[in-house]
């Protein structure tokens, strides 16, 4: 059964994820842009090395067991780990939007509003990744529960 609950690799998960999401959803302070920046990318930088590592411990792991305890659910898991593909390649846009983001604001200095559009769209973008891999792990405990208790109409 999934120990995603209690591991201490999905401890700190959890926490960088939500240290992520708050950077994200804290406004921004007028002059305080470059700050805002540097806390959204240390957040973020973080959180993409625990879900790396997430994903290669847990999830992975996770999966294998799915398809050991109930083969049916094999295309599920393919569905799976291309959807944890994707995640990463959104993750890494992210990064460079962020990064390229913030090589602008550093090039405004003090006209930082002129990129309130473009930072909120990240932010937006941000947010919608968090609120995806949270549904991934949440699909991942949904099949691993079900490969272990689901009715397979075995008859007598």
Same mark, same amino acid.
């Given at each position: 059964?999934?120990?995603?609950?209690?591991? =201490?690799?999905?401890?700190?998960?959890?926490?960088?994820?939500?240290?992520?999401?708050?950077?994200?959803?804290? =406004?921004?302070?007028?002059?305080?842009?470059?700050?805002?920046? !540097?806390?959204?990318?240390?957040?973020?930088?973080?959180?993409?090395?625990?879900? !790396?590592?997430?994903?290669?411990?847990?999830?992975? @792991?996770?999966? *294998?067991?799915?398809?050991? !305890?109930? =083969?049916?659910?094999?295309?599920?898991?393919? *569905?799976?780990?291309?959807?944890?593909?994707?995640?990463?390649?959104?993750?890494?846009?992210?990064?460079?939007?962020?990064? !390229?983001?913030?090589?602008?604001?550093?090039?405004?200095?003090?006209?930082?509003?002129?990129?309130?559009?473009?930072?909120?769209?990240?932010?937006?973008?941000?947010? @919608?990744?968090?609120?995806?891999?949270?549904?991934?792990?949440?699909?991942?405990?949904?099949?691993?529960?079900?490969?272990?208790?689901?009715?397979?109409?075995?008859?007598?």
């Amino acid at each position: 059964m999934s120990t995603a609950t209690t591991t =201490p690799t999905n401890h700190a998960l959890e926490e960088t994820l939500a240290k992520l999401e708050t950077a994200l959803l804290s =406004p921004v302070v007028s002059g305080e842009l470059k700050g805002w920046f !540097t806390t959204v990318r240390e957040a973020a930088s973080t959180f993409a090395l625990d879900w !790396t590592r997430y994903l290669n411990t847990v999830l992975h @792991a996770e999966y *294998k067991q799915i398809v050991q !305890t109930d =083969p049916e659910l094999s295309s599920s898991v393919e *569905k799976m780990i291309r959807n944890d593909q994707t995640l990463l390649d959104k993750l890494a846009k992210f990064h460079e939007d962020l990064h !390229t983001l913030e090589q602008r604001a550093e090039q405004l200095e003090w006209q930082e509003n002129k990129l309130a559009a473009e930072r909120q769209r990240l932010e937006e973008t941000g947010i @919608a990744l968090i609120v995806q891999i949270k549904k991934q792990r949440a699909t991942a405990e949904t099949w691993v529960a079900e490969s272990y208790y689901r009715d397979r109409g075995v008859k007598d």
